[in-house]
């Protein structure tokens, strides 16, 4: 427990010294954008890091993050106080914002410190840094924490730096590093705080979305948005939906618990399946809602939070959220400040270019962190600037998108220096024959039997949810709110009948961009090294996002609806009355199959949360390898730097490659797949295969020498897994060329000394 809260005070402390820069930012946000404060914070903070080290100007320490935060910090006093006539007065508007919002600040730290406790104290029943590709993950947040400079080293492919999307693995590293808590117990705090940013995120965005509905002043407010107090409420009811939605939802093929298993990876329509008896357990896999359609992934937020892989696209959820928030300020605010004449688009280009270039940053961190997310959303933030005025000029919103261009190229150009894309081209679904036989047109692939298309009542079981509410919001509200309202009456009447509500047109934005993300797979692949499961990249990093945005939106329109009948349902005959009771109770059954996924999921893998085991993430190995494991935590103490370290090589998702993924120290080949995807072609990790399995047998001591000559390695470990791989291992020949500086057992490492 003390661990944890020293990782919230550290998180706590960086959110306040961003809270001025995030009042100024989200100033037209009835939260104020208090939680954003801790992402941005974060953001910064590790970006500027991240400068200093690419650039070789500070070396990633302790002392050089605590200067960094103490340097923002002085940065934004100005914010805070005022300094005239040699005095030093704290800035009214600052003390006004306090005062006036304090209770919604309280309570989403509640809900912050509410999301770090739950998910700390699920994953404390599976802490294991263990299977997946949590090994890939802890192997470059460890290398990371050895770096003084970036980029760090590839772990697993010495001496090449890593050439995957690893930002988010550095925020991780600089929370470690400031915290100074070991990275064994990091890796699942970071879990649990991915989870609360993600609860308190979605929070802020659903109740800002909803607050402009339930104004007081809807339309132009110079005060800003005053909720009147029966309806404030529902801005925090649907801030709550949104948070849930997001964070713990799952999709409706949790149906499948009422009936019988289909049997293989095939599945068939529940329709076709006998009903089960018993509820639970019936068989029901959870992962089957990720990998419904066939060779495909098709991943969410809770999944990802139940599995617990540090993986980039879980890394940038607070960045999109962040994101995402942003866009709806920037929304918000042009079409409130929008006059007749001149150009708004250039006026808000030239008013708030500081907002293009924070959108033009964070698409860098997100593209440096999971880099699908960057391009997703940019076209997000286009189609924002597009609609965010009602008389556009198409070159000024060209010449906007180009400054937004402009910032995302510069400020991810360090990172894209020594970055190279294992991308090899765009497939085409089911291209016709006669492009087979041209196979490929500019950056066009066009590959025979390559024909996966998803099953339409597939793609209906996992969206079905949301485009449920999707096609309630055009019928139910467009034609049985809007249509049929009179200037008389409720303020949220006269306000959608008025003008389109900014919240509308976000929301629609969100759900056309998230319908394109879902088609695309269907239509083109991104070309990757994986044969059979060409489209499931395509489709993993595509549609989480299109789940995130569909979940906001749908929450939203939820709420609307709900007030819709709270305000109209008296004037509507009896008919129609039986007619929406039918609809309710079906969209509460339709939120009960989504609600219920974390029953299965949770239970599942963390063993119905019986036993308790900790948050350290590698004590799993005393089990498995008992003298690895000793020998593991003697490393990570006493030797320093990144000295290239030899161990049994072996195939991803396996226990092979546990010395450096544990201690961030280079070995000569890890999980060889994996260097496969990063670095394009199995011909460049191949050769290596056979260089490892010399190096532990051959009896030739040259040989043995040259090649630790060629990959400079310093340190040999022999423990469980070298035995089992290399049966004809030859441990005489390090003791020529070298010395014991440890050993446990059979397990040994030794220091080479003659190269």
Same mark, same amino acid.
């Given at each position: 427990m003390s661990l944890l809260t020293q990782w919230w005070t550290l998180i706590f402390a960086i959110g306040i010294i961003f809270l001025p820069l995030t009042f100024t930012i989200f100033k037209n946000f009835f939260d104020k954008g208090y939680i954003f404060s801790k992402i941005l914070g974060i953001a910064v903070v590790s970006y500027a890091i991240f400068l200093l080290g690419i650039l070789h100007i500070a070396p990633f320490s302790f002392l050089t993050s605590v200067l960094i935060l103490i340097f923002f910090g002085v940065l934004n006093l100005p914010l805070i106080f005022s300094f005239?006539?040699?005095?030093?007065?704290?800035?009214?508007?600052?003390?006004?914002?306090?005062?006036?919002?304090?209770?919604?600040?309280?309570?989403?730290?509640?809900?912050?410190?509410?999301?770090?406790?739950?998910?700390?104290?699920?994953?404390?029943?599976?802490?294991?840094?263990?299977?997946l590709e949590k090994y890939m993950?802890?192997?470059?947040?460890?290398?990371?924490?050895?770096?003084?400079?970036?980029?760090?080293?590839?772990?697993?492919?010495?001496?090449?730096?890593? &050439?995957?999307?690893? @930002?988010? *693995?550095? +925020?991780?590293?600089?929370?470690?590093?400031? !915290?100074?808590?070991?990275?064994?117990?990091?890796?699942?705090?970071?879990?649990?705080?991915?989870?609360?940013?993600?609860?308190?995120?979605?929070?802020?965005?659903?109740?800002?979305?909803i607050s402009k509905l339930t104004s007081e002043e809807p339309i132009r407010s110079p005060q800003g948005w005053r909720l009147t107090t029966p309806l404030r409420w529902f801005s925090i009811i649907g801030g709550l939906l949104t948070a849930f939605l997001v964070s713990f939802a799952?999709?409706?093929?949790?149906?499948?618990?009422?009936?019988?298993?289909?049997?293989?990876e095939n599945p068939v329509p529940f329709w076709h399946l006998p009903l089960s008896i018993q509820?639970?357990?019936?068989?029901?896999?959870?992962? &089957?809602?990720?990998? @419904?359609? *066939?060779? +495909?992934?098709?991943?969410?937020?809770?999944? !990802?939070?139940v599995v617990s892989d540090l993986h980039g696209h879980v890394l940038d959820i607070p960045i999109v959220l962040l994101t995402i928030a942003l866009l709806l300020s920037v929304i918000?605010?042009?079409?409130?400040?929008?006059?007749?004449?001149?150009?708004?688009?250039?006026?808000?280009?030239?008013?708030?270019?500081?907002?293009?270039?924070?959108?033009g940053f964070l698409l860098a961190i997100m593209y440096m962190t999971n880099a699908w997310d960057g391009i997703i959303y940019f076209l997000l933030a286009a189609l924002v600037l597009f609609f965010s005025s009602k008389k556009l000029s198409i070159g000024n919103w060209f010449l906007t998108v180009a400054i937004l261009f402009f910032g995302f190229f510069i400020f991810s150009y360090p990172f894209n220096h020594f970055f190279k894309p294992f991308v090899s081209g765009i497939g085409v679904v089911c291209p016709p024959d006669f492009l087979v036989k041209a196979q490929k047109l500019g950056p066009f692939i066009f590959e025979a039997d390559h024909c996966q298309k998803s099953p339409w009542w597939q793609i209906f079981i996992l969206y079905g949810f949301f485009y449920f509410w999707v096609v309630s919001f055009i019928v139910f509200f467009y034609r049985s709110v809007i249509l049929r309202a009179k200037p008389e009456g409720s303020k949220i009447l006269r306000f959608a009948q008025n003008d389109i509500v900014k919240s509308d047109l976000f929301v629609l934005l969100l759900i056309v961009l998230s319908?394109?993300?879902?088609?695309?797979?269907?239509?083109?692949?991104?070309?990757?090294?994986?044969?059979?499961?060409?489209?499931?990249?395509?489709?993993?990093?595509?549609?989480?996002?299109?789940?995130?945005?569909?979940?906001?939106?749908?929450?939203?329109?939820?709420?609307r609806i709900i007030l819709g009948i709270k305000y109209y349902v008296s004037s509507i005959n009896p008919r129609k009355k039986v007619i929406i009771t039918c609809y309710l109770l079906l969209a509460t059954f339709l939120l009960v199959l989504v609600f219920v996924y974390p029953y299965f999921a949770i239970n599942s893998f963390y063993g119905s949360l019986k036993v308790q085991l900790g948050l350290d993430g590698t004590k799993y190995l005393k089990n498995l390898y008992p003298t690895d494991y000793d020998a593991i935590a003697w490393i990570n103490k006493n030797i320093k730097g990144q000295p290239v370290i030899l161990e049994a090589q072996g195939d991803s998702y396996t226990d092979f490659a546990r010395v450096s993924a544990n201690t961030g120290l280079p070995t000569v080949l890890g999980w060889t797949v994996h260097e496969w995807l990063w670095r394009g072609t199995y011909d460049i990790p191949a050769p290596r295969i056979p260089q490892v399995q010399m190096l532990y047998e051959s009896s030739d001591i040259n040989i043995t020498k040259e090649l630790i000559d060629k990959y400079k390695i310093e340190y040999v470990f022999i423990g469980?897994?070298?035995?089992?791989?290399?049966?004809?291992?030859?441990?005489?020949?390090?003791?020529?060329?070298?010395?014991?500086?440890?050993?446990?057992?059979?397990?040994?490492?030794?220091?080479?000394?003659?190269?």
């Amino acid at each position: 427990m003390s661990l944890l809260t020293q990782w919230w005070t550290l998180i706590f402390a960086i959110g306040i010294i961003f809270l001025p820069l995030t009042f100024t930012i989200f100033k037209n946000f009835f939260d104020k954008g208090y939680i954003f404060s801790k992402i941005l914070g974060i953001a910064v903070v590790s970006y500027a890091i991240f400068l200093l080290g690419i650039l070789h100007i500070a070396p990633f320490s302790f002392l050089t993050s605590v200067l960094i935060l103490i340097f923002f910090g002085v940065l934004n006093l100005p914010l805070i106080f005022s300094f005239k006539d040699g005095k030093t007065r704290i800035k009214e508007d600052f003390l006004k914002i306090l005062k006036e919002n304090w209770p919604i600040f309280l309570f989403e730290e509640i809900l912050f410190i509410f999301g770090l406790l739950t998910w700390s104290y699920i994953r404390s029943f599976q802490p294991d840094i263990h299977g997946l590709e949590k090994y890939m993950d802890f192997g470059i947040l460890n290398s990371i924490l050895r770096s003084e400079f970036f980029p760090p080293k590839d772990m697993w492919f010495t001496p090449l730096p890593i &050439n995957y999307y690893y @930002f988010g *693995h550095l +925020t991780t590293a600089v929370l470690t590093k400031l !915290s100074n808590i070991p990275s064994n117990v990091t890796f699942n705090l970071m879990i649990a705080t991915i989870f609360a940013f993600t609860f308190v995120g979605s929070f802020s965005i659903g109740a800002n979305l909803i607050s402009k509905l339930t104004s007081e002043e809807p339309i132009r407010s110079p005060q800003g948005w005053r909720l009147t107090t029966p309806l404030r409420w529902f801005s925090i009811i649907g801030g709550l939906l949104t948070a849930f939605l997001v964070s713990f939802a799952g999709n409706l093929q949790t149906i499948y618990a009422f009936f019988k298993n289909y049997s293989g990876e095939n599945p068939v329509p529940f329709w076709h399946l006998p009903l089960s008896i018993q509820f639970f357990p019936n068989m029901y896999w959870y992962p &089957n809602a990720t990998r @419904f359609i *066939h060779n +495909t992934i098709h991943e969410f937020p809770l999944y !990802s939070f139940v599995v617990s892989d540090l993986h980039g696209h879980v890394l940038d959820i607070p960045i999109v959220l962040l994101t995402i928030a942003l866009l709806l300020s920037v929304i918000q605010n042009v079409i409130l400040r929008a006059k007749p004449e001149g150009s708004k688009i250039l006026r808000f280009a030239q008013n708030d270019i500081s907002k293009i270039l924070l959108l033009g940053f964070l698409l860098a961190i997100m593209y440096m962190t999971n880099a699908w997310d960057g391009i997703i959303y940019f076209l997000l933030a286009a189609l924002v600037l597009f609609f965010s005025s009602k008389k556009l000029s198409i070159g000024n919103w060209f010449l906007t998108v180009a400054i937004l261009f402009f910032g995302f190229f510069i400020f991810s150009y360090p990172f894209n220096h020594f970055f190279k894309p294992f991308v090899s081209g765009i497939g085409v679904v089911c291209p016709p024959d006669f492009l087979v036989k041209a196979q490929k047109l500019g950056p066009f692939i066009f590959e025979a039997d390559h024909c996966q298309k998803s099953p339409w009542w597939q793609i209906f079981i996992l969206y079905g949810f949301f485009y449920f509410w999707v096609v309630s919001f055009i019928v139910f509200f467009y034609r049985s709110v809007i249509l049929r309202a009179k200037p008389e009456g409720s303020k949220i009447l006269r306000f959608a009948q008025n003008d389109i509500v900014k919240s509308d047109l976000f929301v629609l934005l969100l759900i056309v961009l998230s319908t394109l993300l879902i088609i695309i797979p269907e239509l083109v692949y991104i070309k990757d090294i994986y044969p059979a499961h060409y489209r499931a990249n395509t489709m993993f990093k595509l549609v989480y996002q299109s789940f995130i945005m569909l979940s906001i939106a749908s929450s939203y329109i939820i709420i609307r609806i709900i007030l819709g009948i709270k305000y109209y349902v008296s004037s509507i005959n009896p008919r129609k009355k039986v007619i929406i009771t039918c609809y309710l109770l079906l969209a509460t059954f339709l939120l009960v199959l989504v609600f219920v996924y974390p029953y299965f999921a949770i239970n599942s893998f963390y063993g119905s949360l019986k036993v308790q085991l900790g948050l350290d993430g590698t004590k799993y190995l005393k089990n498995l390898y008992p003298t690895d494991y000793d020998a593991i935590a003697w490393i990570n103490k006493n030797i320093k730097g990144q000295p290239v370290i030899l161990e049994a090589q072996g195939d991803s998702y396996t226990d092979f490659a546990r010395v450096s993924a544990n201690t961030g120290l280079p070995t000569v080949l890890g999980w060889t797949v994996h260097e496969w995807l990063w670095r394009g072609t199995y011909d460049i990790p191949a050769p290596r295969i056979p260089q490892v399995q010399m190096l532990y047998e051959s009896s030739d001591i040259n040989i043995t020498k040259e090649l630790i000559d060629k990959y400079k390695i310093e340190y040999v470990f022999i423990g469980d897994l070298e035995y089992q791989k290399y049966t004809n291992l030859n441990e005489q020949k390090f003791e020529t060329i070298g010395k014991i500086i440890y050993k446990n057992g059979r397990t040994k490492i030794y220091k080479i000394t003659q190269q």
